[in-house]
């Protein structure tokens, strides 16, 4: 797409290297600790890990995880990191560094000009245009309803100018015209959602006559705009942001990241609120952690970024505070909020604002003060999400008290700290005005059904596992790992024999895909199965298999895979007998003589398959 006249001289690039501090490159997307010896460590951005094994050291200027094997210096860590090309990291972390690159011609090619920088860089480089020209756009007469929308919510210039606010004017193409006298092609502005062809073929601004935040990633590029609908004439949406872009996705973009990421690994902890006012709002009353979501619902990339910059793992701990209105939609959104909040390690709240008021509305009235109390007056979010779950039933009948149960007890069983598990039933049995057996027995039955969370990937913690669910783990990886030795015997084996939800849903993905005897292996076989998971949790459990490691010394080989298979099967099994036992010890033999004999029969034929099972997996893993 862009001219490109030469290779970056090698000697720029070592110097472009040595010039650039690896640390403050990844800093800007992982919050790093020592490690001792003068190495650093954090969260691995490149898969999800509870224990931190993502290496960087400085003095040799490279990084290393030991987890998925991921490394290299500064240039790999943007390439990876941020999805750009080799020439786009060099050229990016030369701007950064103040070095004037060179380029080498191909040979026999003509000397040309100096080529364009790559595509990230050029939307980049728009963007950043781009904000200059809404930001001198608020001071125009036409910004007046703009002024006037900020001033009333409690903020002046001086804040405005802090937070890069801006004003698109009342023009069909006043921006498009404005880039294209800096440079920028049609086609630039159009993929950096800045413009979209018009019917005449020409440009028109995709933003007019609404006040503008940018929106920046965790570098502080500008990646994006949200806008504010002003004018009652305004056919548009309240908020309208950019579109799915190369440069942004919504689903990774969190509002005021840019402001926030060092005081949310200073403090240890980030406060989630819902708009663009509401981060400004809480930054400007003390409370400088405060993100918002962009467009979108708070959900597993945003956890993500974050879990990093808080070094969420298994040795430290940080806090989450969501904010969210006491009104209906707010205590849904928090409800939904509590389904993601078991991806993280440490705590997490809720703080509710006071007469349904934002944290906006709440400065405005009552103070800064106001917002840090909400804040400080936060309680966690798994009581918030049993209490308003049980208030929708009549606790007075015992038909309220047991579907109250019954639908808060599945609550109890998603909680991460198993500790805190039998503490929260006690006080769900007080709630209810039950006995605990009831409650308890609720919430195992919960535990027993409950869909698989991402495991961490060491052997110490996967044996953590219920023997039947490593099992059902390891059928799965060999088909995703070494579908050709896994093949037949694999597919033979249907996915009734998986107890675990999400790990069935995976097994019958891979029918979807075709099999694993009709796959080779390799990325091209874990994207098919993944792109034929019906859910996230599915997926992102495919990306998790496909890399952890084989529980076998050496190579797999046929034996291995029949040892897994039959003792899967074995499990699966065991299952069905003991729950086949249970109905046979509740049947009368006298009242019930045909049934019984029945399921004695059928009982019988089970321990006969279980022996012959056994007999197979002798062995072990």
Not at 441 to 459: F, K, S
Not at 515 to 544: F, H, N, Y
């Amino acid at each position: 797409m862009y001219a490109v006249a030469g290779r970056v001289k090698d000697e720029d690039i070592a110097l472009v290297r040595d010039r650039t501090s690896i640390v403050e490159v990844i800093s800007d997307t992982v919050t790093l600790r020592s490690a001792g010896g003068g190495n650093l460590k954090g969260l691995c951005p490149f898969h999800d890990e509870k224990t931190p094994s993502f290496n960087v050291s400085p003095a040799r200027n490279v990084y290393f995880c030991h987890g998925c094997g991921q490394g290299g210096d500064a240039i790999k860590f943007l390439m990876d990191a941020e999805h750009l090309s080799f020439i786009e990291s060099v050229e990016r972390l030369a701007g950064k560094a103040g070095i004037q690159l060179r380029y080498d011609t191909e040979p026999g090619a003509p000397a040309g000009p100096r080529p364009q920088t790559g595509q990230r860089q050029r939307l980049i480089a728009a963007h950043a245009a781009a904000v200059e020209f809404y930001r001198d756009q608020l001071g125009s007469p036409g910004a007046r309803k703009a002024r006037e929308f900020l001033a009333e919510r409690g903020f002046g210039r001086d804040t405005a100018e802090r937070y890069g606010c801006g004003f698109a004017p009342d023009s069909w193409d006043a921006l498009s015209k404005h880039l294209r006298l800096k440079g920028f092609t049609a086609e630039e502005l159009t993929t950096a959602g800045l413009a979209k062809p018009a019917r005449s073929g020409s440009l028109i601004d995709r933003f007019r006559r609404r006040l503008l935040w940018p929106i920046r990633d965790l570098g502080g590029d500008v990646i994006g705009f949200g806008a504010r609908k002003l004018f009652d004439d305004d056919d548009g949406p309240k908020y309208l942001n950019t579109p799915e872009t190369p440069i942004y996705k919504k689903s990774h973009v969190l509002y005021g990241i840019d402001h926030a990421k060092r005081e949310i690994a200073k403090r240890g902890r980030a406060v989630i609120v819902e708009g663009y006012t509401d981060v400004m709002a809480c930054h400007e009353a003390g409370e400088p952690t405060a993100v918002a979501t962009c467009g979108t619902a708070f959900g597993v990339d945003h956890i993500q970024v974050l879990r990093r910059l808080l070094m969420d793992s298994d040795s430290f701990t940080g806090e989450i505070i969501y904010t969210f209105d006491g009104d209906a939609a707010g205590q849904k959104a928090a409800l939904r909020a509590f389904e993601e909040d078991q991806r993280f390690v440490g705590r997490t709240f809720i703080a509710v604002s006071p007469d349904n008021m934002d944290p906006c509305e709440l400065r405005l009235a009552r103070g800064d003060l106001a917002v840090r109390d909400m804040i400080a007056g936060r309680e966690p979010l798994v009581d918030f999400a049993l209490r308003q779950t049980i208030s929708r039933y009549d606790l007075d009948t015992v038909e309220g008290r047991v579907e109250a149960m019954r639908r808060a007890a599945p609550l109890v069983a998603k909680i991460k700290d198993r500790e805190k598990r039998p503490e929260y039933a006690r006080k769900l049995a007080g709630d209810l005005g039950m006995d605990l057996d009831p409650v308890q027995r609720a919430v195992n039955n919960a535990l027993r059904g409950e869909q698989a969370e991402p495991r961490a990937t060491t052997r110490q913690q996967a044996a953590a596992d219920s023997p039947q669910r490593l099992v059902e783990r390891e059928a799965l990886k060999l088909a995703l790992q070494e579908p050709v030795l896994a093949g037949p015997m694999f597919d033979a084996v249907g996915p009734e024999n998986y107890g675990d939800q999400v790990l069935q849903t995976v097994r019958e993905a891979i029918t979807q895909a075709g099999g694993a005897a009709s796959s080779t292996g390799g990325v091209v076989w874990i994207e098919k199965v993944r792109d034929a998971c019906p859910d996230m949790g599915g997926q992102m459990l495919v990306s998790e298999l496909a890399v952890e490691p084989l529980y076998v010394d050496g190579q797999a080989d046929p034996y291995y895979v029949q040892v897994t298979l039959a003792r899967l099967q074995g499990g699966a099994l065991a299952t069905r007998i003991r729950d086949l036992k249970s109905k046979v010890q509740r049947l009368n033999p006298v009242a019930n003589k045909d049934q019984y004999l029945a399921l004695a029969g059928e009982l019988f034929s089970l321990e006969q398959q279980a022996r012959a099972l056994r007999d197979q997996a002798a062995g072990g893993l």
